[in-house]
């Protein structure tokens, strides 16, 4: 049987997809540089995200040879969306990193997984992003209060550090909900440094009783104990009180029925607060210290964003929720950031053959979805390397594919807390820049380097002046 997506029954050239074993499909070309035994495996380990954004020019649909694995690499912008829509399940990269994300809606398949998500979905509604927004106004106001004339930040820290403790008060409120959070804020990134190095080697060495497997386990269990202190003492509260509303992502969890009334269980909700915390934390930091890094070299964009914060944050106040709808210049800022350093790649699992714009897939494949390819490809992007928030207008983003911006995903994997996401790096990026500008420190290069899913920077030294 041949998998064929649901609403792609044609492929982005308008011809008829052909069956699986067909005549018409055609084998997928190599990439280059395969090693005898070893495959493309060295150039993917050391240099995915570069290795990666050579490929659109072997082709839409490219076979990378990595031990083990029958693998495949799709770029074209339609193709991606096509296997976006068609498959979600996420094959080997997600479900080694189920010891930390546990069942939470990153991690589950099938209906499982569109019965969480439904569930999970009141939490990221118009009206509790605009509570969560208050949060996002605090800590940013609170983290550019912290900051000298003259004082030279490591900015990817700084944001890292304030994504995380946003996504903290976010998820808890309250004084125990501020405890928890510290004490979160203190497990999660040696526990993100610990699973970064997990996914990327033979499940195997996992089980060896190797120092940093028992740290990762340990860090893991404490992890846990701190999320369900919290959740007993919510749903103590909550019994007493059912109307009560901490007005917090943790009470929306607690609250969340489905269809035959059923709410998820303490070990659901903590995996999915962990899945929010540690896809709020690492997206969002890394981020935000591109943004900033982006302002430092492109002294145009940065003029612009200042005077559009100085128009609407009169005296250098902190942006509010109700301000986004006039910080046009600050969003399409955050959009092209997204667009440049986007998750280097999303992994799905091809369970039947599968014909992929005229490619026969073969059951079993891995399936490398990567929206970096399509994003830094002259051809969907022109120029693609150069910072261009005016790609963004809406005059100019008409003649864009729909698989064209893909830094959240498609289809049933999209991720759930984009809103939060965007709404969270337009706040911040404009709170900061309404008080402070980070100039980037000469002679010190600002290189790109992988952390799970993400690129991040490797330094990010820059200096606060006064605006």
Not at 33 to 45: C, D, E, N, S, V
Not at 229 to 237: F, G, P, V
Not at 303 to 319: C, I, K, P
Request: glycine letters at 8%; a neutral charge; one cysteine or more.
């Amino acid at each position: 049987m041949t998998l064929i997506g649901t609403d792609t029954a044609r492929s982005t050239t308008g011809s008829s997809r052909p069956a699986a074993g067909s005549p018409a499909t055609r084998r997928a070309p190599t990439a280059p540089g395969a090693l005898p035994l070893l495959g493309h495996w060295p150039r993917f380990g050391r240099r995915p995200y570069r290795f990666l954004s050579t490929l659109p020019a072997v082709g839409p649909v490219v076979r990378v040879r990595i031990p083990g694995y029958d693998t495949y690499v799709v770029t074209d912008p339609e193709l991606v969306r096509e296997s976006f829509v068609a498959l979600s399940d996420q094959g080997m990269m997600i479900e080694r990193a189920e010891a930390l994300l546990g069942e939470g809606v990153t991690v589950l398949q099938g209906q499982r997984h569109r019965r969480e998500r439904r569930m999970i979905a009141p939490a990221f509604a118009k009206a509790r992003i605009a509570r969560y927004a208050e949060v996002m106004t605090r800590h940013g106001a609170a983290r550019a209060d912290s900051w000298r004339v003259g004082q030279v930040l490591a900015v990817n820290e700084q944001m890292h550090d304030l994504a995380l403790r946003t996504v903290a008060g976010a998820l808890f409120s309250g004084e125990l909900g501020a405890e928890t959070a510290e004490h979160i804020h203190r497990l999660l990134p040696p526990v993100m440094t610990l699973l970064s190095r997990r996914v990327t080697r033979p499940a195997w060495i996992d089980r060896l009783p190797l120092p940093g497997n028992r740290r990762f386990t340990a860090l893991v269990a404490e992890m846990k104990t701190a999320t369900g202190t919290i959740i007993s003492a919510y749903r103590a509260e909550l019994a007493a009180d059912p109307e009560l509303d901490h007005g917090d992502l943790l009470d929306t969890l607690l609250k969340a029925r489905d269809e035959s009334g059923a709410a998820l269980t303490d070990s659901q909700v903590h995996d999915e607060l962990i899945n929010f915390l540690v896809g709020g934390t690492e997206a969002i930091g890394a981020t935000l210290a591109w943004v900033f890094h982006e302002l430092g070299a492109n002294p145009a964009v940065e003029a612009a964003l200042h005077a559009e914060v100085d128009a609407v944050l009169d005296g250098g106040r902190a942006a509010e929720f109700a301000d986004l709808a006039r910080l046009e210049v600050t969003k399409r800022i955050v959009l092209e950031t997204l667009r440049k350093y986007s998750p280097w790649l999303t992994v799905r699992h091809v369970p039947e053959p599968y014909v992929l714009g005229g490619v026969e897939i073969p059951a079993g494949s891995m399936l490398f979805v990567c929206p970096v390819a399509v994003h830094r490809d002259p051809a969907v992007h022109a120029d693609p390397l150069r910072f261009d928030p005016d790609r963004w207008l809406p005059e100019r983003m008409a003649d864009l594919s729909k698989g064209a911006h893909l830094p959240f995903g498609m289809g049933a994997r999209q991720c759930p807390g984009n809103i939060f996401a965007l709404t969270e790096i337009a706040l911040q990026v404009a709170t900061i820049s309404a008080r402070w500008r980070l100039r980037p420190i000469p002679g010190i290069p600002v290189r790109e380097t992988v952390i799970g899913a993400l690129v991040h920077p490797e330094q990010l030294p820059m200096q606060v002046e006064a605006r």
